[in-house]
């Protein structure tokens, strides 16, 4: 019977194609074994079934019994039999699903239990709909489920297949994606899967476009996250989104990119402190995480949440301005968040501390970020310590080392002390041959010895330069002489500015704690660091090692008679080579525990001025220099270190500045006769070559920059600083994003300014970028053909300009007191007094001087609207505007045809520039101050402010050919433009300042906006501009051609001059008229 | 301006008729330079002159002192030699005019007052001082009207005339007489700046803030207070003074540090002192008093 139904088997099965049979024979053992007779029976049943659906089905049932093997370690005999019949029936119904259920088993199952296998295959049969495609992604389905059911449970596998077929509806590609994306996903979603699935579904619902991207972000933004806080962040998004926020993948993963900045550790405090505000407002939430890293790097986290706490309040109240200050976009945001910071930033302190600098030194000192310096790469390498190199100080970007503001800028307050110490004191005007007062020189003698010896003759570049030549070993007497001299300018400090000397002593006392502990150095570096620690006015017993004891107190009594307010730079040169000698005889070796001993110094301190070369050491100097000098510490040579940097003191380079300069100098009188010795090729290169100055950075590894380089950056630094192009071309335009935080000016001729936020109610600090650059230069022959055409106009307008000059004294009658009597009032006293009626007293007159005061400033429009043609049919012919002097018609023929096209009708700019062509005309009659702008712009950080007469220039033919060049560029930011213009007349004196705004339109430009406000915005902050310009004695005036002016006039200029033109061609009468009436 | 009643009242309060103002007692000056010889030499010869520099450095102190120096010299030679000139005064007197916008030619040379039903000429300052014969020294005189400058010519050249128009006279000044202008070079605008017709007619000596060991010895004893403390006052000045160049009309004055030393003898302390006397009166600018907070901070304790 079994045999009999065997060969029955083989018979069938040999009518299906031959792999069918193979897998069969492969698998039958093992089934047989496994299966009872008539469970083996329906299994191969089963397969022929399939196999029989049809042509190609018979590829499942290879499929079948390929996996059927493995099955049989995962399922009960029961339970396979349960999955053979599910399979069977899926297969059956649907034949494109079958080869996918089978081989996905295997997998799927590993992780499921056998109760669920039906309502699995019916999870994959539902996604089909019996279209090609909905068979695709039911099979992506079963062949994913085994890697999605490692991450998730089969409930959770159920509402992803529900949330799989929904997406379907919409679109099975997104779906299908959204499939694999989910297998990345998952493992990084950590606990809550239904969370997140829920959240996929919710998505569905209301924005399933969004999904994929959704989806994309999220796995980008979930490894940014504390994997404890995924949970809560999906949470949070979910509520982000139903509460309406839009675009939300972008949001999350500007939150993610926000928290990656902060320690992982610290994610869970943020999410609790920004939580709550979604309830408030959920916008707001995305703001504050994205400015939290900035926060954070100022503030700690209590403090973020009273920054957080502060928004809140504000958004109670004023919504805008809380996002503002979210954004820390508004003045408010950034002072509250200065409060509440104890660290001091360089950019917040720089204007008073350079001040402060300048008023110590008397020079013109600059102050900047040390990064500067470095980015020279000029010998500098330090970025975030102090520094100078003879004319800029230079300071560490941010400082956060104590936990009070206070505290923080004192530091900054002694740091630039102390640097400007170093040019008040003189530390770079060190003359080899300058006198000391409290030492013997040593110098000169040593000099004639070494350059003896060495028979160079290539002289120094520079004193200080000179002097490091005398040493074998530069570096030690480099640290020597730096060691002494910042000691020097301390003292010397603390003697000059009292009030400054508590503050200082406490940096110094807060720097001596971090101060390596000397019985950790070698014998050379100990006595090194005990000079430090005497700089710093160590009090305290220093250990030193006990067989240079009497060395070190050599060092100590020659440096304390160095380091007070009496010596100068030349002072501590000697002391440099005082102590050279001693230490150039100390070996540089590692001292036992025990050989150390305590050095008492309290005691020398009262030695009071009288000093004389310790005994023992006059021979040594003597010897010093000599031909083959003992140099007993060669050898050991290589391994000193120079001592760590005391941090308030920053790096000190007195031969790099000295070098610096004299280059300098030398670039100065480049042109003219320059007497002093200049410094020659050689000499530069023999510093390069000498000095340690350089080399010392490059054995710390700074890049692969050679001395020859810095050299070259050195005379880019002092002589070649080529000046900014003045082409006043309409340059490229950069763009920098809307979203971005705040500018700075960092070319020259650029400005910025605040814009204000009317829904915020604040400024957005440092928004706008003004540019200021002169117009290009046209032809002048415009001009002259302008003011041809008006002729008679012209003529008359100044005339009538002309009566406007006053006289410049008026005699004023009826005074009380006067310059003389006034003798028609005395006889009308007179005959009062005599009539008995009561007398005028007032018969005095005097000559009061009016004279004409004022200052005006156009500021024309020349946005790209202004290019728009004047409707009137009545074209001006050309030809009437032409020139008669013949030179004059062929410029300006060319110019005609320089601009490309042969214009028969006027754009409002040609209007506003005859316009202006008359009233220059006019007001030169009168002499009264004015200048003349264009202005245009595109974006915040490009508004462009075209100086075609500045205020303080005389009219010239340069402005005749600016004008010329005068033509439609880009947008409208006028706030900006009338604050420069506002700048510019209040640095003016006169009594009468005039703004005139020539515009053709609304204020109007990319990003001056919020969204949906875009003209509010605009309009408010034009408005705020002028009331600005009011406020400073300015008096505006908004002459305009837009038709539809008055809409945002109106609520632009309450109780401010505008006025709006009905008939353009009436603009150049009018804008006389109207310039006459308010300048009188 | 001194006070313009020609009526002397006894009682109440002390009142000078101004030709007959004269400086009783030695003005505390010290030289920094050799100014002095400068001006003995420029008086001796009647050039008249012209103080230059920044206020507050003692220019009208060093008018003082003169008047008295010179005038002390009149008085030992009068005795000496002659007494014939009874009515001459003893001491130089010294007519000290502030110059304003509005001051004319008239209230310099004077002019006719309504008294009841007559008019009655009254003498200007400059009239007085050219009939006494003592210095009368204009201050701050580029801020008078140009028509001063009728007036000035032709006293400051060998004439040594003033015209009196209003009362058709032409004045020959006396003796003694000397013309003296103070101005400011530093803070008027171009448009006041003196005409050269007028500035070559004198000589001109420059002031300037006097360097820190003598300012402190001034401060020191203007403002009665130890040298320790007006050496600081005198290093805060220097220091405020180097800003100059930057948004500072002008620098700390002498004056100013005297006001500060006294404040501080009154007991005030010393960087509160600083604050309001100097530091508040030197600029109204809210960033420079910033930086100039933080070097009182850096050189008072």
């Not at chain 1, 009497?550 to 080579?577: G, P, W, Y």
């Not at chain 1, 700075?744 to 001729?749: K, Q």
């Not at chain 1, 007001?923 to 508004?943: H, K, L, P, Q």
Request: one cysteine or more.
């Amino acid at each position: 019977m079994n045999n009999k139904k065997k060969t029955n088997f083989n018979k069938i099965l040999k009518t299906l194609p031959p792999d069918v049979k193979d897998q069969f024979d492969k698998s039958r053992p093992h089934l047989e074994e496994y299966l009872t007779g008539d469970q083996f029976r329906l299994w191969v049943d089963s397969g022929v079934q399939i196999a029989s659906q049809s042509n190609s089905s018979w590829d499942i049932t290879v499929n079948l019994f390929r996996v059927s093997p493995i099955m049989t370690g995962l399922l009960k005999p029961d339970d396979f039999m349960k999955w053979l019949n599910v399979g069977e029936d899926l297969a059956c119904q649907y034949p494109m699903l079958g080869t996918a259920y089978f081989s996905s088993s295997p997998a799927a199952l590993h992780n499921m239990q056998a109760e669920h296998i039906s309502d699995w295959a019916d999870l994959g049969s539902n996604l089909y709909k019996g279209t090609w495609k909905s068979g695709t992604l039911s099979n992506r389905f079963f062949e994913s489920s085994g890697a999605l059911l490692e991450q998730l449970t089969f409930e959770e596998l159920a509402r992803f297949a529900e949330f799989i077929d929904i997406l379907a509806k919409h679109s099975y590609d997104l779906s299908s994606e959204c499939l694999s994306l989910a297998l990345r996903l998952f493992p990084l979603v950590g606990d809550d899967k239904t969370g997140f699935i829920s959240l996929s579904l919710n998505l569905v619902e209301t924005g399933w476009r969004q999904l994929k991207a959704f989806y994309d972000s999220s796995l980008k933004s979930l490894p940014k996250i504390d994997p404890s806080q995924r949970k809560r962040f999906l949470g949070l998004a979910e509520r982000l989104h139903t509460s309406g926020v839009p675009n939300m993948p972008n949001t999350i993963l500007e939150i993610s990119q926000a928290l990656q900045l902060i320690n992982k550790r610290e994610h869970g405090q943020l999410l609790d402190i920004a939580a709550p505000l979604i309830d408030l407002h959920p916008s707001a939430f995305p703001e504050f995480i994205k400015s939290s890293p900035i926060v954070l790097n100022k503030v700690s986290f209590d403090k973020l949440d009273s920054w957080c706490a502060e928004g809140k309040r504000l958004l109670q109240t004023n919504p805008d301005g809380a996002m503002a200050f979210f954004k820390i976009e508004s003045s408010r945001s950034e002072k509250f968040l200065e409060d509440i910071s104890s660290s001091v930033d360089f950019s917040a302190i720089s204007n008073l501390i350079e001040l402060y600098c300048r008023a110590l030194a008397g020079e013109e000192i600059n102050l900047a970020d040390s990064r500067e310096l470095v980015e020279k790469n000029i010998g500098w390498v330090a970025a975030d310590s102090p520094t100078t190199e003879g004319s800029t100080v230079y300071l560490p970007e941010t400082v956060d080392r104590y936990s009070k503001k206070s505290q923080n800028f004192l530091w900054y307050k002694v740091v630039s002390t102390h640097q400007v110490g170093r040019m008040e004191f003189g530390s770079f005007r060190f003359n080899f041959y300058g006198t000391s007062h409290r030492f013997d020189n040593l110098r000169n003698a040593l000099d004639n010895k070494t350059s003896e010896i060495a028979g160079s003759n290539v002289s120094a570049a520079t004193d200080i330069q000179r002097f490091f030549n005398l040493f074998e070993e530069r570096q030690l007497s480099l640290d020597i002489f730096s060691i002494v001299e910042d000691g020097r300018v301390d003292a010397k400090i603390k003697d000059e500015y009292k009030g400054i000397s508590k503050g200082y002593k406490s940096i110094q006392s807060d720097a001596l704690a971090l101060r390596p502990n000397v019985r950790e150095l070698k014998s050379r570096e100990a006595l090194l660091e005990l000079l430090v620690q005497i700089s710093l006015g160590e009090t305290q017993p220093i250990s030193v090692p006990k067989k240079y004891k009497t060395q070190a107190l050599n060092i100590v009594k020659i440096a304390r008679h160095c380091m007070n307010a009496q010596s100068t730079v030349e002072d501590t040169a000697e002391a440099t080579i005082r102590i050279y000698r001693i230490l150039i005889d100390v070996l540089n070796d590692e001292v036992d525990e025990d050989d150390w001993d305590p050095l008492d110094f309290e005691d020398e301190s009262s030695e009071g001025d009288n000093f004389s070369d310790p005994e023992g050491l006059q021979q040594s100097l003597d010897s010093m220099g000599s031909a083959s000098g003992d140099d007993p510490a060669d050898t050991l040579e290589e391994n000193y270190n120079s001592p760590q940097e005391v941090d308030y003191r920053g790096e000190f380079k007195p031969e790099l500045t000295q070098l610096l300069e004299k280059l300098r100098e030398q670039g100065q009188f480049r042109d003219g006769d320059n007497d002093s010795e200049s410094i020659t090729q050689e000499m530069m290169e023999e510093f390069a070559q000498n000095t340690v100055e350089l080399s010392q950075e490059l054995n710390e590894g700074v890049g692969s920059i050679t001395n020859d380089e810095v050299v070259e950056n050195m005379l880019k630094e002092v002589g070649l600083q080529k000046p900014e192009s003045l082409e006043g071309g309409q340059g490229p335009l950069v763009h920098i994003d809307e979203t971005g935080g705040e500018l700075e000016a960092d070319e020259p001729e650029t400005f910025v300014y605040d814009e204000w936020d009317f829904r915020a109610g604040d400024y957005k600090p440092r928004w706008c970028i003004v540019r200021q650059k002169y117009m290009a230069e046209g032809e002048d022959a415009y001009y002259g053909s302008i003011v041809q055409s008006y002729g008679n106009l012209v003529m008359q307008v100044r005339r009538q300009f002309e009566l406007l000059v006053p006289e410049t004294m008026r005699k004023q009658r009826r005074l009380q007191d006067g310059e003389d009597i006034d003798i028609d009032d005395v006889i009308e006293t007179m005959v009062d007094i005599k009539t008995g009626s009561s007398p005028n007293e007032k018969m005095y007159w005097r000559r009061n001087k009016v004279h004409r005061d004022v200052a005006v400033v156009f500021l024309l429009d020349t946005s790209a609207s202004t290019a728009e043609a004047i409707d009137d049919s009545k074209s001006i012919n050309d030809q009437s505007t032409a020139p008669e002097d013949p030179v004059e018609y062929m410029l300006w023929l060319r110019s005609r045809r320089g601009e490309g096209s042969k214009r028969t009708y006027k754009r409002i700019i040609d209007l506003e520039k005859e316009a202006l062509i008359l009233l220059i005309n006019a007001i030169e009659a009168i002499g009264d101050t004015y200048g003349i702008y264009g202005f245009s712009g595109y974006g915040r950080e490009n508004v462009e402010f075209y100086t075609i007469k500045d205020v303080d220039e005389l009219f010239s033919d340069k402005v005749k050919r600016r004008i010329d060049r005068i033509s439609p560029l880009h947008a409208t930011r006028m706030g900006p433009a009338i604050r420069h213009s506002t700048s510019k007349l209040a640095s003016l004196d006169a009594r009468t300042k005039l703004m005139f705004l020539i515009s053709d339109g609304r204020p109007q430009d990319r990003g001056y906006s919020r969204e949906g406000v875009e003209k509010e915005y605009a309009v408010h902050d034009t408005k705020m501009a002028l009331d600005e310009a009011r406020s400073k004695g300015i008096n505006p005036f908004c002459l305009t051609v837009d038709r539809n002016g008055h809409d945002y006039l109106k609520t632009m200029m309450t109780e401010m001059g505008y006025e709006v033109l009905d008939d353009i061609h009436a603009l150049p009468h009018r804008l006389l008229y109207l310039y006459r009436k308010l300048t009188t | 301006m001194a006070t313009k009643t020609s009526n002397s009242t006894k009682s109440l309060y002390q009142s000078y008729i101004i030709e007959e103002y004269h400086l009783k007692q030695e003005p505390y000056y010290v030289p920094v330079g050799d100014e002095i010889q400068l001006f003995e030499a420029a008086y001796a010869q009647r050039i008249p002159v012209i103080f230059k520099g920044p206020t507050g450095v003692g220019k009208t102190r060093f008018v003082e002192y003169m008047s008295w120096k010179l005038g002390v010299n009149l008085t030992k030679v009068k005795k000496g030699k002659k007494s014939e000139n009874a009515t001459q005064q003893d001491n130089l007197p010294l007519v000290t005019i502030a110059c304003h916008e509005d001051l004319t030619a008239s209230d310099l040379v004077g002019r006719y007052l309504l008294e009841g039903d007559q008019t009655v000429w009254i003498d200007g300052p400059l009239t007085r001082a050219v009939k006494v014969g003592g210095i009368c020294y204009l201050d701050e005189v580029v801020e008078a009207r140009k028509d001063t400058t009728v007036l000035i010519h032709p006293l400051t050249d060998h004439r040594r005339m003033l015209p009196v128009e209003k009362r058709g006279e032409l004045l020959e000044a006396a003796d003694g007489f000397l013309l003296v202008l103070s101005y400011n070079p530093g803070y008027q605008s171009a448009l006041k700046d003196l005409k050269h017709s007028t500035r070559q007619r004198f000589v001109s000596i420059e002031f300037n803030p006097p360097p820190r060991e003598i300012e402190a010895e001034i401060v020191s004893h203007e403002a009665k207070i130890d040298i320790d403390i007006a050496m600081q006052l005198a290093q805060l000045g220097e220091k405020i003074r180097n800003l100059r160049e930057h948004g500072l009309g002008e620098g700390a004055s002498t004056r100013l540090l005297i006001y500060a030393g006294k404040l501080i003898a009154a007991g005030i302390e010393p960087r509160r002192a600083c604050q309001v006397a100097v530091n508040w009166s030197v600029t109204d600018d809210q960033s420079l008093q910033n930086s100039i907070e933080e070097v009182t901070a850096s050189i008072f304790e």
